[in-house]
T-cell receptor
Framework: KAGVTQTPRYLIKTRGQQVTLSCSPI?????VSWYQQTPGQGLQFLFE???????NKGNFPGRFSGRQFSNSRSEMNVSTLELGDSALYLC??????????FGPGTRLTVL | GEDVEQSLFLSVREGDSSVINCTYT??????LYWYKQEPGAGLQLLTY?????DMKQDQRLTVLLNKKDKHLSLRIADTQTGDSAIYFC???????????FGKGTKLSVKP
């Protein structure tokens, strides 16, 4: 089976812009979670989608949003980018069991 | 405390055993995980343990769990230079909760 794929792998944006990141889970997996990784805060949970519904949400401002499509692919959107949004954004896929498998991440740089 | 805690650095010689320690936060956490992250990459699931277990062995990896002290450890036998990476401990409540990560332990293996 192919693993979790994330596109794009690298992205450079300027403050105030918005960005959309994409995640394709492992085939058959219906749960997709998003995490933000920064040197200062470490790995923090953003949200989880299961069968197109947000099932769980972390403590991030409303500028961070997501959605999931009927084929389980998920997108994450960040509006009005700030310098502090520069991070590695990781997507994880799960079949609903205890295992979560991560993709390679999207490195976002905000200038 | 409220954070999953890990020591930041560990240095060992090739061929020695490495022991990475973690203290987690919630005694009701059901699943405990170890992930590995190499430079520029996502997170690789190494192993996990259920909270009703004391120990789990998987080839060179041994996980020990002390529920009373909320302490988790990962032992890597015969450590190789390819084991150099950052190792993250994570806890999860139930099969649908999000992962809560420690800040990671950077393992350096010297030849």
């Amino acid at each position: 089976k192919a693993g979790v794929t994330q596109t794009p792998r690298y992205l450079i944006k300027t403050r105030g812009q918005q960005v959309t990141l994409s995640c394709s889970p492992i085939s058959g997996h219906r749960s997709v979670s998003w995490y933000q990784q920064t040197p200062g805060q470490g790995l923090q949970f953003l949200f989880e989608y299961f069968s197109e519904t947000q099932r769980n949400k972390g403590n991030f401002p409303g500028r961070f949003s997501g959605r999931q499509f009927s084929n389980s692919r998920s997108e994450m959107n960040v509006s009005t980018l700030e310098l502090g949004d520069s991070a590695l954004y990781l997507c994880a896929s799960s079949s609903g069991s205890y295992e979560q498998f991560f993709g390679p991440g999207t490195r976002l740089t905000v200038l | 405390g409220e954070d999953v805690e890990q020591s930041l650095f560990l240095s060992v010689r090739e061929g020695d055993s490495s022991v990475i320690n973690c203290t987690y936060t919630d005694s009701s956490s059901t699943y405990l995980y170890w992930y590995k992250q190499e430079p520029g990459a996502g997170l690789q699931l190494l192993t996990y343990i259920f909270s009703n277990m004391d120990m789990k062995q998987d080839q060179r990896l041994t996980v020990l769990l002390n529920k009373k002290d909320k302490h988790l450890s990962l032992r890597i036998a015969d450590t190789q230079t390819g084991d150099s990476a950052i190792y993250f401990c994570a806890e999860r409540k139930g099969s649908q909760g999000n992962l809560i990560f420690g800040k990671g332990t950077k393992l350096s293996v010297k030849p």
